[in-house]
């Protein structure tokens, strides 16, 4: 399956994804976005998880995302958000009015040279880029083994897929400069049924077909019975990390 069948996957989903996938800490967004701006557009935005942070902290905020059932959830949530069907490629958007773009859980879907150029198109002369992204804890080795079954080729991660939680994420965009990281560590508790919902929406799942999906279940629920610290557990203890790279367009 290529990755454009697999970013497909999300034009069918929105309730189960509201429900079921973690948000994101205030600290992230506290950096993103350390003073208020004019406007800021999240770019991707799903069901608003990240965009909902961005409310407090810009005059007007924009979510894109080519998927309606998650800007249906979006459009409940945040009503006073301006939600537009769109592409990373195709930003529905004038020239130079947003003074921040933030892409959360979906970099890695873009086309990246069509995109970083409408990224770069839209935003003003001092407007930045952020990239975030929730993803295992490394010193988790139950979470991370279940990560493994869900992203065998591991694009679903920043560039420095090192495996160190401590090491500073790192990614290239075309036509931008990176001038900040930050990584933080963090953690929620999840039941068992939930975090198994969890990974019905993510895209390996979303495309499989009933057989395949039975399949990668159980090796989820294998990993989880023979872990001590998931064996019996009705709650899981879960580690997060979250990354965000922050970029300057190239001069
Ligand atoms: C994993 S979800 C992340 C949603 C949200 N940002 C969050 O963090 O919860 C990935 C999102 O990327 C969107 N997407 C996939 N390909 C895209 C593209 N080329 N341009 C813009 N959005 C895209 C999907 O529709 C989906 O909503």
Redesign the pocket.
């Known amino acids: 399956m290529t990755d454009a069948e697999l ?1 497909a996957t ?2 069918t989903i929105g309730e189960e994804y509201e429900r079921f ?1 973690p948000g994101f800490p205030a600290e992230i967004a506290a950096a993103v976005a350390p003073s208020r701006v004019s406007s800021a557009l999240d ?5 608003g ?2 965009t909902e942070q961005l409310v407090s902290r810009a005059d007007r905020v924009i979510a ?4 309606e059932p ?1 800007l249906a959830e979006l459009r409940r949530k945040l009503p006073d958000v301006t939600a537009l069907i769109g ?3 195709a930003i529905p958007l004038a020239d130079a009015g947003c003074d921040l773009v933030t892409v ?3 970099y890695h ?2 086309d990246p040279e069509p995109a970083s150029r409408e990224i770069r198109r839209v935003l003003t002369a001092a407007g930045r880029l952020a990239l975030i992204w929730n993803g295992p804890d490394p010193r988790c080795t139950w979470d991370s083994d279940t990560y493994l079954i869900a992203h065998p080729h591991q694009d679903d991660e920043p560039a420095d897929a090192d495996h160190d939680a401590d090491a500073l994420p790192r990614r290239d965009v075309p036509g931008f400069t990176q001038v900040d990281s930050i990584r933080l560590s963090w953690s929620e508790r999840i039941t068992r049924a939930d975090y198994l919902n969890r990974w019905m929406t993510v895209s390996t799942f979303l495309a499989a077909d009933e057989q395949q999906r039975r399949e990668l279940v159980r090796r989820v629920e294998a990993v989880l019975d023979a872990h001590p610290d998931t064996r019996g557990r009705h709650t899981l203890h879960l580690p997060q990390v979250t990354d965000a790279l922050i970029y300057e367009p190239t001069v």
């Open positions: 970013a999300f034009l996938r770019l991707a935005a799903g069901t998880k990240f894109v995302d080519p998927s998650m592409t990373a490629e959360a859980q979906a879907w873009f």
